[in-house]
């Protein structure tokens, strides 16, 4: 089953910079990141939330890296679904995997750490 150790919206290999990470809401847009963990591959979907469940994301693991802190995956994701939110509350992003050969065996949700800025 696969699990996830860590979820970051950012395309670059974690190099020790304090970059951005950003996350699109636009219905269409696409957004990249990376994740470390165990029991993943390329063409595992990743399904990702807002805590308040205004938007959401679903995508794949694109690619697998590998760099002093081991192995990564890059992935890509599409904006499936955003709603307003008139709050402007800062939003908790959830992300889950799971295996497409083996649909019932999802990961635990993560939450992605730095929260990605939320951005059209």
Request: negative net charge; contains cysteine; hydrophobic residues 30%.
């Amino acid at each position: 089953m696969p699990s996830l150790q860590i979820v970051k919206f950012q395309k670059e290999h974690p190099d020790g910079q304090n970059r951005p990470s950003y996350l699109h809401h636009t219905v269409g847009s696409q957004s990249e990141g990376f994740v470390r963990g165990d029991g993943l591959d390329v063409g595992h979907i990743l399904l990702a939330y807002s805590n308040n469940g205004k938007k959401a994301w679903v995508g794949w693991l694109t690619e697998k890296f590998t760099d002093a802190d081991g192995d990564g995956w890059f992935f890509t994701l599409l904006c499936a679904k955003s709603k307003a939110d008139p709050s402007q509350t800062p939003e908790e992003v959830t992300v889950s995997v799971i295996d497409p050969t083996a649909p019932t065996q999802q990961s635990s949700p993560l939450t992605a750490s730095p929260n990605p800025n939320d951005v059209p």
